[in-house]
């Protein structure tokens, strides 16, 4: 092949960290004799990209120097821009020079590492330097502080990629993309990323990217691990299959999947995107209002501001040689069967418009078809599948308070209501969790963190197939109630049970609070211990004045306000 016509990876080269074949099977003997350390699905992804070049010019997790200026000015020792830290948490520290296997939670051989640094971290400074935030309403934030705080680091000889039996044909490496490209023999390439499902909006603003550029267009939708509550990548395949099968040029159209671990960091997020998509050849990248951004904090306000990402990528776009595509917010024109920016509407002009909550709530809640000026009938069709009515939908009622509060008590008379309804219930209460999901389990932070991480796992696993759940745990820290959240995702309903302390202490019949008060107990929450009340919950019960029967009818009028529950 002559020279390339792309712009070259991102530092020059892309970097390979796969090990040669004929040379695996010696190293793999080798390997089954070292200590191992199993790494999590976040750092599975990593390692991935890092291998394949994705990451390119890094060719390892970050060693300290690298980590501590792209915190402070997002750039490389090197001076190299890159504005995400690319680490290996663990909890245990080993000794320079020390080689050890990292392998799948399946135990599957991925890598032999050399630790050259093992140097300790300080997450709540990583996390306000990168998202600008240490609220643990974002999601990354929360994950963070089930993190080991020492970074490994050191060169790494990957054996093997993760195997994937879904849409093999569509998962291709940086250099396999390239190739492609170059035969597409367009010099300019615009990428588009996506966590979400394509509509018509996107289709027309993407085809008009590429037309401005005279070049071809790369559809990279991310396939690790995206925002709590996402449509599942699975669907929205299916989704960018068929829409760019039917609806885009195939000589000058590339769909590729990208198995990123998202961090939702917004800005710095959107500027290390454009540097991956670089990295498979690409020129323009699109970026959107809000790009990569994880939605609200606990106050209610957004984390970024709109356009705050593609201020980011234009201020570096000369040299991450990268040029950034604003998102144009673009209205269907109804009488003229066509779309405009939104700030070129002609005067007169009839304008359609659906909100995001509109397509849940009105359409896909109801079972109708969505419009086709908004969406293409196969992605309808599709949508519809995975979005059954919202009165059949599952979802979690999450109580929280103090001990002796009444959560047991609302909860019991709830399932009751709801049984009348012709809805089933999981009940998770805290006591009974303890004794068979939990048993064994103390009563220090990390337990109780443990604990609450094993109810949110089957709450969501429950909430997902449909079914209702109610949980009734003490939950003191928001961090453990904010990552069960996201594991049950939009139809979480956290309800605290605000009830004085004096009151509870009243309420104990089993005398713990007199225990803990006589220091014959420790680690008792609300007195030597801390309770964390919720900043929004969905809904804030009181119990002095009011019945745990009226309590329990709110939740109810609640569950019916938002659909989940028909009218009786």
């Not at 401005?212 to 990279?220: K, P, R, T, W």
């Amino acid at each position: 092949m002559s020279e390339s016509i792309l712009i070259p990876p991102y530092g020059g080269h892309l970097v390979d960290l796969l090990v040669p074949e004929d040379e695996r099977a010696t190293l793999i003997e080798r390997a089954n004799h070292l200590p191992s350390l199993q790494i999590s699905t976040r750092s599975l992804c990593d390692l991935e990209l890092l291998a394949t070049g994705a990451f390119s010019p890094l060719d390892r997790f970050m060693g300290q120097a690298d980590y501590e200026r792209v915190l402070s000015e997002m750039r490389l020792a090197d001076g190299t821009v890159f504005p995400m830290p690319i680490t290996l948490p663990s909890d245990k520290k080993y000794e320079p020079g020390t080689e050890i296997t990292l392998r799948d939670s399946r135990n599957n051989l991925l890598a032999i590492m050399r630790i050259d640094e093992a140097y300790s971290v300080d997450l709540q400074k990583e996390a306000q330097a990168v998202f600008g935030t240490t609220d643990p309403k974002h999601p990354t934030v929360s994950e963070m502080s089930r993190w080991g705080t020492i970074n490994l680091s050191g060169p790494l000889q990957v054996l093997s990629l993760p195997h994937y039996y879904d849409f093999a044909d569509l998962r291709r490496t940086p250099a396999q993309v390239r190739a492609i490209l170059e035969k597409m023999g367009n010099a300019q390439v615009v990428a588009f990323q996506t966590r979400n499902p394509l509509h018509r909006v996107h289709e027309e603003l993407t085809k008009r990217a590429a037309a401005e550029v005279g070049g071809s267009f790369l559809l990279h939708p991310v396939v690790g691990l995206t925002k709590p509550g996402d449509v599942d990548y699975y669907s929205r395949v299916r989704i960018y299959s068929t829409l760019a099968r039917k609806y885009y040029d195939p000589e000058s159209t590339l769909l590729s999947l990208l198995p990123l671990a998202m961090r939702m960091g917004g800005p710095r997020e959107a500027l290390w995107h454009a540097i991956i998509r670089r990295n498979h050849g690409v020129t323009h990248f699109i970026v959107g209002r809000d790009h990569a951004g994880p939605g609200k904090d606990s106050t209610g306000k957004p984390f970024y501001g709109p356009y705050d990402a593609q201020e980011l990528v234009s201020r570096y776009s000369s040299e991450i040689g990268v040029t950034m595509v604003p998102f144009k917010e673009l209205v269907y024109l109804s009488d003229r069967d066509e779309y405009a920016e939104e700030d070129h509407i002609p005067e007169g002009a009839q304008v359609a418009r659906i909100s995001g909550t509109q397509v849940r709530e009105q359409y896909l809640a109801k079972g109708k078809q969505l419009p086709g000026w908004f969406t293409r009938p196969e992605t309808s069709d599709i949508l519809s599948e995975i979005y059954p009515p919202r009165h059949r939908q599952g979802f979690t009622v999450w109580f929280t308070g103090l001990s002796g509060a009444g959560k047991t008590t609302i909860s019991e008379i709830l399932t009751v209501l709801l049984l009348e309804r012709g809805r089933q219930a999981t009940v998770l209460d805290g006591d009974v969790v303890r004794t068979h999901l939990s048993r064994g389990l103390g009563f220090s932070r990390e337990d109780r963190d443990t604990n609450i991480e094993r109810i949110g796992f089957v709450a969501g696993e429950i909430t997902r197939h449909g079914g209702a759940v109610i949980c009734a745990a003490i939950s003191p820290f928001r961090a453990a109630r904010n990552e069960a959240r996201n594991r049950v995702g939009e139809n979480f309903i956290e309800v605290f049970v605000d009830t004085p302390l004096e009151v509870c202490e009243q309420r104990d019949i089993k005398g713990m609070y007199a225990k803990a008060r006589r220091g014959e107990i420790t680690g008792f929450t609300g007195i030597d211990d801390p309770y964390e009340a919720p900043v929004q919950p969905e809904l804030h019960l009181h119990t002095v004045s009011v019945t745990p029967e009226e309590n329990a009818y709110r939740i109810i009028s609640y569950l019916e306000e938002q659909g989940l529950l028909l009218p009786n």
